[in-house]
């Protein structure tokens, strides 16, 4: 038979007995945002090519092109713009459609003003 655990919940409470309900869900609130904040910086600053190409896909890219735009982002050492955001601000600087630009730049076209575009701002 396993040791039954000793039970210290009196003693670890002792620091959150004088807190009303409103001060504990505040703290437990506090502490959750401490533990998630980490996540989400992490998330918005990392990305994966699956991710990107899922992106892609919801933009209307078919997964073949989306792959072939994932790659090129990739090469141009902008996967942390997001392969998503690169195509919508080069057909932005173009003054185009995001889908028709998209599908040329899987073509190796608007690949050097996809570098410029961020080079220029550091966005």
Same mark, same amino acid.
Do not use: C, W
């Given at each position: ?5 000793? /039970? &210290? ?11 009303? /309900? ?24 990392? @990305? ?48 185009? /459609? ?7 730049? @899987?073509?190796?076209?608007?690949? &050097?003003?996809?570098? /410029? ?7």
């Amino acid at each position: 038979m396993a040791n039954k655990r000793a /039970d &210290d919940f009196e003693i670890r409470r002792k620091h959150l007995a004088a807190l009303s /309900d409103e001060e504990l869900k505040a703290r437990f609130f506090s502490l959750a945002e401490e533990i998630v904040d980490p996540l989400i910086a992490l998330s918005k600053k990392s @990305t994966s090519p699956s991710v990107e190409r899922s992106v892609l896909m919801r933009m209307g890219f078919s997964s073949l092109e989306a792959k072939d735009l994932v790659h090129h982002v990739e090469d141009l050492g902008l996967m942390g713009k997001g392969a998503g955001q690169v195509v919508l601000k080069v057909a932005e600087k173009l003054q185009r /459609d995001y889908l028709s630009v998209g599908k040329e730049m @899987t073509e190796g076209k608007h690949l &050097d003003m996809a570098k /410029d575009v961020f080079q220029g701002g550091r966005r």
